[in-house]
């Protein structure tokens, strides 16, 4: 018999207190989990402060363009590289386009994809994982030695090979596509990694033991224990997402005029540094905002479902 | 230990040849040479297109397998990379930039490893005390900026201190404009051009350091041992110093292994806003001139570096943690 | 606070007390030769926690004379080791420590962290629980030893690495010389702690703390672990804090003892009279509570109801009180102090009807009302005509085994599982006995995965395993079922109750009704309230959640039910409810148990029949009697004399088989005997007579004892008087 106390944290004691507290108690509801993650959660100034950000970018972004009687792709001919005024909020490039209209756009186009290719990543990493995990012998070999594969060549490089060839306006279509394709091979062998630890649980053995069929374990046992990594994967995957979409486009190998993104818009910016700052700072303004802002939630999300997570490292 | 290490490597070469036979396919397939040519103007007769892409054998027309067989007995037989789509050779190419990525880049790492792993520390046996969140949250800024952003950002500084003081402090483009040969004034320029990109990339690495670090350095800082040499008699920074700081830097050295390869692919975004000719943008300019061999080239160049990492890292975990080291 | 020693000639009239007592606090006595060097008095401790104030230690105070040990017991949660890591000042920040600690007259609590650890590891020093953990992966044992000798002597680098060696010598490592530059990983866990254990006396200390210092090693590790701290006691003339859970390790090693329950002292005495005669209900509950590896006959064990209290809000009044059969009105309005016991030299006990208890000469048996044991319907049938519910022969499992993580390649085989031959029968229990590293869970996870085996066959009903069919194997699953070790991870922690109970009717197809019934049905049999079944398992005790995962296995009516290591996660309180609970569930339901344990006292309580493994391999078979009686093989006769009993004049009496070294790699290829390398009976043999230990491989040979089929594979096994002198005494 372990003697627990020896190794008790006050936040261990705390807890294990609790159950204890608990066990004595009153009938306690059944579903206490939603509401005990949503009080963590909002407890967090910051990540509070995160959602009413993001919320707050959604709606710009949503409904930004009615603030503005000047459309992305209408440049103001008679006001070239102008500085923010009441005609035009945060002034105009060189070619006349709308600051303002064009962060809107861009805004949309960068969430857009960066939520778009951030679920797709956790699907195909949640599938690719979870099946080198569970097929032993010859496949999980195979499996990973692909996944290794994949993980030579940095992705970004890929990345670029395959967006090169799409341009107009289904770019970001495709953009999404590339990001997906090459950003889950990391994701995938975390997951697998999960997957092998949660498969040695004494209470999926147990079920095994039982006659439980797999489906049903990886179904009832599994995926609920892998799903809190899921969502927080999820939502801190936006922020890379976002980024790879920033850096490609900003490159000039991502999203191409007529569309924009805010990485064009920061490219745009790039080349008028000295003249004209204002093209360069509002599109990275809401950038920060949109990334800091998903970042906060994700982190206050690990904490409240994962209160013994370590947040902060690599995964 | 030499048959182990033979056999990672045989593994290695594998690895990397199927990945980048497979980023040969991908370029080939994704990437259009023809193009370049089709947007001029005028657009050139289709015969002498035909015959400056079958030069440099990049020609969509002729069957891919050929290409790649050609393209693949000409690196091994001949060590040569292949022509760009203006029929330069890129394996010169790239070799030639690796240099200048090389003269940005480890600065950068040096400082970053050390400022980093340092502010990790500090900020682990500060935990949840006032400095370990001011840092905690300048680095979750900083983790999550944009690099674009953030360079950009530098920039702007850098032009407005420039303006304040009346003359050039920073360059914001290149790494060299001294002319003289003199070790003194070039070794001044070449700091007055080096700052703002190390700056920038110092910071971004910067951060993951500080943030691992402090990770790994919180898990060992509660183990058991660290309490036994507390009872030997070690005060508590001083055990958390000798003890728990040695066993969380193994992980930390584990990854510096990992960018050491990094140093010499460049960084991408920061050399193309700083303008510096590094293997990093010459990669943007590939892919921008559908330059199938030079992107595989970078690529290729790439994957051994990383691979040259992970075995980097291998060693040294084996050097460092007597448990791998003896089993 | 009392911190004055009054004089007082009443107990002993020459004034001097015999030396080397361990004072109770305040009582009242003083010696005027030997001070006492540690002297805690009134000690308070509460930290700071989500769920309020945790007050951890509620006013301890004991003395410790040089060169005695005071055991301090209690169970999980009772603040003894809080109360060790306070002495030594290792607690967390948070925590607030009032009252006074004194080591030879210097206060110690208000010192800074560096004064501290001028003491600590010089005049006081501590030996923690897991040894696996507890030392530097990185630094060599050398190098750790000499920190230690360092950080307090000024010593020439020769002058320290002669030091360590000697130490190493003292607390019995081969090879010191050469181990110091081993590292830790390098060690097995029971040399770690003897590298733990020469740390600690590196400098001499006056007082060595020992916070469960053997509740990690396995039996014959933790005999060899106390008699290296005996020794190291009697080397540096320390005075030693034991703390343990374990009755047995106090009744051998303590010269007083102190139990602990919330936080509190509620006895302290001379071991023999703790032992002999506890004044407290709750030191008696505990006494009754544990199983005796001495005591043949099935004596039912007193479990104490409830559990302890958080310590968060306790309740007004005596913290036993809830579990208390003598409980009154009145030990519910204030908490008791400790006080003597009156008539008792030394004796003190915090209760209010400790008077009455002393007067009328109260024992366990008149406090705790004692259940009847449920009737089986099997008595009467004799084992050779009641059916084979499980049969194993010549089970073998071997597992490839590789290297390191930097070379990695094929080491060899680890022949986990060897050769193994039982056969379990309707409604008897076959306890599967041995250390860790024995194969008694790999045997077991084989048999439950209903797969053919390596190597031998596994029959379950008379079904041989390799010809079974799917549809077979799935309906077998139904009379198979597994209890584990650990209740806190064996059940979801996202599932209510009944959906835990419900799973396994759910594989078998039962009606949405039926289920319902049958799960209030299980909840009653288990002794738990059916209204909680929408509880999650964390809302349970151990011992309550353990009764859950009983009843899960239970729910389709198994024939069989594999039990792996069920109650040694448990409280000893505790345990006793779970361990009479499944002797009745196998009474009412003719039920066959396989039971893998390494504690010996429960198996000889509720086994009848018992396989002792070493190695992958069964050494000894029979009825539980004879092997604990007349055990055949050495290793069974040394594992039975390494438990420590939990009294302490057996203890002092008997005679020890203590094992020498640790058990071989399981990688190791071993051509004769595997018990040869550590076995006292073949070192005692001339060298030709050795050579067939060292050569053939014995096989386990039944029949030698006339009409029994108890075997051992020994090439000379024990007679039965021979085995009679160290075996374990019987005061029955």
């Known amino acids: 018999m372990a003697d627990p106390e020896l190794s008790v944290t006050t936040a261990q004691m705390g807890k294990d207190l609790a159950h204890d507290v608990g066990s004595t108690g009153e009938q306690v509801r059944r579903t206490g989990r939603l509401a005990l993650y949503t009080r963590r959660f909002l407890r967090r100034p910051s990540a509070v402060a995160g959602v009413v950000v993001l919320a707050l970018l959604v709606l710009f972004a949503l409904f930004g363009d009615s603030l503005t009687r000047w459309g992305y792709d209408e440049p103001d001919f008679l006001s070239l590289a102008s500085p923010p005024s009441g005609e035009h909020l945060f002034g105009t490039t060189q070619g006349g386009s709308d600051v303002f209209a064009l962060v809107v756009r861009g805004l949309g186009r960068s969430l857009m994809i960066g939520i778009l290719s951030s679920l797709a990543i956790t699907l195909v990493a949640a599938v690719v994982g979870t099946a080198v995990a569970f097929f032993e012998g010859w496949v999980e070999k195979v499996g990973m030695w692909i996944l290794d594969m994949l993980l030579v060549i940095p992705s970004f490089l890929l990345i670029a090979m395959i967006v090169r060839s799409s341009s107009g306006t289904s770019g970001w279509l495709w953009l999404t596509l590339g990001i997906t394709a090459f950003g889950w091979v990391g994701y995938a062998r975390v997951l697998r990694t999960l997957t092998l630890s949660l498969r040695e649980l004494d209470y999926v053995h147990a079920a095994r033991f039982m006659g439980v069929r797999s489906f049903t374990i990886i179904w009832r046992h599994l995926i609920p224990n892998l799903g809190s990594v899921l969502i927080i994967q999820t939502v801190l995957g936006v922020v890379t997402a976002v980024n790879s979409e920033t850096a490609l486009s900003f490159l000039g190998l991502g999203i191409k005029a007529p569309d924009t993104s805010l990485g064009t818009i920061l490219q745009m910016g790039q080349g008028v540094v000295q003249t004209s700052p204002w093209v360069l700072l509002a599109p990275a303004v809401a950038l920060i905002l949109l990334t800091l802002s998903v970042q906060l939630i994700g982190d206050g999300l690990r904490d409240a479902i994962d209160p013994h997570s370590r947040s902060g490292g690599k995964a | 230990m030499v048959r182990f290490l033979v056999r990672r490597l045989a593994n290695y070469v594998v690895l990397l040849f199927v990945a980048v036979s497979f980023t040969y396919f991908v370029a080939s397939y994704f990437m259009d040479p023809r193009s370049n040519y089709l947007s001029r103007h005028p657009i050139p007769p289709k015969a002498s297109i035909d015959l400056s892409l079958t030069a440099a054998n990049i020609n969509d027309e002729d069957p891919l397998l050929g290409r790649y067989w050609r393209w693949l007995t000409n690196i091994v037989l001949h060590w040569n990379w292949g022509l760009s789509p203006d029929q330069d050779p890129v394996g010169a190419a790239v070799s030639g930039r690796i240099g200048a990525s090389l003269q940005l880049v480890t600065l950068a790492t040096i400082l970053s490893i050390v400022v980093g792993v340092a502010i990790g520390v500090f900020t682990a046996i500060r935990q949840y005390r006032w400095q370990d969140r001011v840092l905690g949250g300048l680095a979750t800024f900083f983790l999550v900026i944009p690099t674009a952003v953030l ?177 | 606070m009392t911190d004055q020693i009054l004089t007082t000639t009443g107990d002993h009239p020459d004034g001097t007390p015999p030396e080397g007592l361990v004072l109770p606090a305040g009582a009242g006595r003083l010696t005027p030769a030997t001070e006492p060097v540690l002297s805690v008095r009134d000690l308070h401790v509460s930290f700071a926690s989500e769920a309020g104030t945790v007050r951890a230690v509620r006013g301890v105070s004991f003395d410790l004379l040089p060169a005695r040990t005071l055991g301090i017991v209690g169970e999980s949660g009772s603040g003894k080791s809080v109360t060790s890591l306070s002495i030594m000042g290792l607690l967390d920040q948070n925590a ?637």
């Open chain 2, 151 to 327: 360079a950009l950002f530098v920039v702007l500084g850098a032009i407005w201190i420039n303006k304040g003081l009346g003359f050039r402090l920073f360059y914001v483009t290149g790494l060299h404009s001294y002319e003289g040969s003199q070790f003194g004034p070039w070794l001044l320029d070449f700091l007055q051009h080096l700052v703002l990109p190390t700056i920038v990339l110092t910071i971004i690495s910067a951060v993951t350091y500080h943030l691992t670090q402090r990770t790994y350095l919180l898990d060992t800082m509660n183990a058991d041992y660290v309490r036994t040499a507390r009872a030997k008699g070690l005060p508590l920074n001083k055990a958390i110093r000798k003890h728990a700081l040695r066993t969380s830097l193994i992980p930390t050295a584990v990854n510096v292994a990992f960018s050491i390869a990094s140093v010499f692919t460049g960084a991408v975004i920061t050399e193309s806003v700083f303008a510096i000719n590094g293997l990093g943008r010459y990669f943007v300019t590939t892919i921008q001139q559908n330059d199938i061999n030079g992107a595989v080239c970078i690529a290729a160049f790439a994957g051994a570096c990383t691979l040259a990492g992970a075995l980097l890292a291998d060693v040294v975990v084996a050097w460092l943690d007597p448990r791998v080291r003896l089993s």
């Open chain 3, 96 to 732: 607030r420590v009032e009252g006074s600690i004194r080591l030879k007259g210097t206060e110690l609590l208000g010192k800074t962290e560096l004064e501290m650890s001028k003491h600590r590891g010089n005049d006081m020093a501590m030996v923690f629980q897991d040894p696996l953990s507890a030392l530097t992966p990185v630094f060599s044992i050398g190098d750790q030893l000499a920190e230690a000798l360092d950080l307090h002597q000024d010593l020439t680098r020769k002058q320290v690495r002669d030091r360590s060696v000697e130490l190493l010598d003292l607390v019995g490592i081969p090879n010191p010389a050469e181990r110091l530059k081993s590292f830790p990983h390098q060690f097995s866990g029971g040399m770690r702690q003897r590298v733990m254990i020469a740390i600690a006396i590196a400098n001499d200390p006056d007082v060595i703390i020992a916070d469960e210092p053997t509740t990690a090693l396995d039996v014959t590790i933790q005999a060899q672990v106390l008699e290296v701290l005996k020794k190291a006691q009697r080397e540096t003339g320390a005075a030693v804090v034991m703390i343990t859970h374990d009755l047995g390790v106090v009744a051998g090693v303590a010269d007083d003892v102190l139990v602990m329950y919330a936080g509190r002292p509620v006895e302290q005495a001379p071991v023999d009279e703790l032992f002999a005669r506890p004044a407290m209900p709750y030191t008696m509950g505990l006494l009754g509570a544990v199983p005796r590896p001495d005591r043949g006959e099935n004596r039912r064990l007193v479990p104490i109801q409830g559990n302890p209290p958080s310590l968060v809000d306790l309740p007004v009044g005596c913290p036993f009180a809830d579990r208390c059969p003598l409980v009154e009105d009145r030990c519910r309005t204030a908490e008791p102090p400790l006080a003597p016991v009156p008539g008792r030299v030394d004796q003190r006990a915090a209760c209010v009807r400790v008077d009455e208890i002393v007067a009328e000469g109260l024992t366990f048996e008149d406090v705790y009302p004692v259940g009847e044991a449920a009737e089986s319907g099997l008595d009467g049938v004799p084992r050779e005509e009641r059916e084979v519910v499980l049969e194993v022969t010549d089970l073998k499992k071997h597992f490839p085994l590789t290297k390191g993580g930097f070379l990695r390649r094929r080491a060899g085989t680890v022949k986990a599982v060897d050769g193994v031959t039982f056969d379990v029968r309707a409604g008897e229990t076959l306890a599967l006995v041995g250390e860790s590293g024995s194969g008694k869970t790999t045997t077991l996870l084989e048999i439950m995965r209903l797969q053919a085996p390596q190597g031998g066959t596994v029959a379950v009903l008379g079904k041989n395993l390799a010809e079974l069919a799917r549809p077979e194997r799935a309906a077998l699953r139904r009379e198979l079922q597994i209890v584990f070790q650990d209740p806190q991870s064996s059940m979801d922690p996202r599932l209510p109750v009944y959906d835990i109970l419900a799973e396994p009717l759910k594989v078998h197809g039962w009606s949405r009704a039926r289920t319902n019934e049958r799960i209030s049905e299980l909840m009653r049999l288990v002794g738990l309230n059916p209204d909680h079944v929408d509880r999650f398992p964390t809302q349970f005790s151990g011992g309550q959640r353990q009764r859950i995962a009983i009843a899960r296995a239970l729910a389709v009516g198994p024939r069989l039910v594999v039990l792996d290591e069920p109650v040694s996660a448990l409280d000893v309180s505790i345990q006793a409810g779970v361990i009479n609970l499944l002797e009745d569930l196998q009474a009412q339901l003719g039920v066959a148990f396989l039971f893998v344990a390494h504690d010996l006292s429960v198996i000889r309580h509720i086994s009848s029949r018992t396989a002792v493994m070493y190695l992958g391999q069964v050494v000894e078979q029979g009825d539980t009697e004879a092997v604990f009686t007349a055990p055949r093989h050495p290793y069974t006769q040394a594992l039975l004399s390494a438990v420590p009993l939990p009294d302490p004049q057996l203890e002092r009496q008997r005679r020890r088989v203590v094992l020498q070294g640790d058990l071989p790699s399981p990688a190791q290829e071993i051509v004769g005997c595997r018990f040869a390398s550590r076995c006292p009976v073949r070192a005692a043999l001339p060298a030709d007579r050795r050579t067939l230990c060292d050569t053939v491989q014995p096989g386990l040979a039944t029949g030698a004892v006339p009409g029994t089929d108890h075997g051992a594979a020994c090439h000379y096994p024990l007679t039965s008087s021979a085995a009679e002198d160290v075996r374990v005494p019987s005061r029955a």
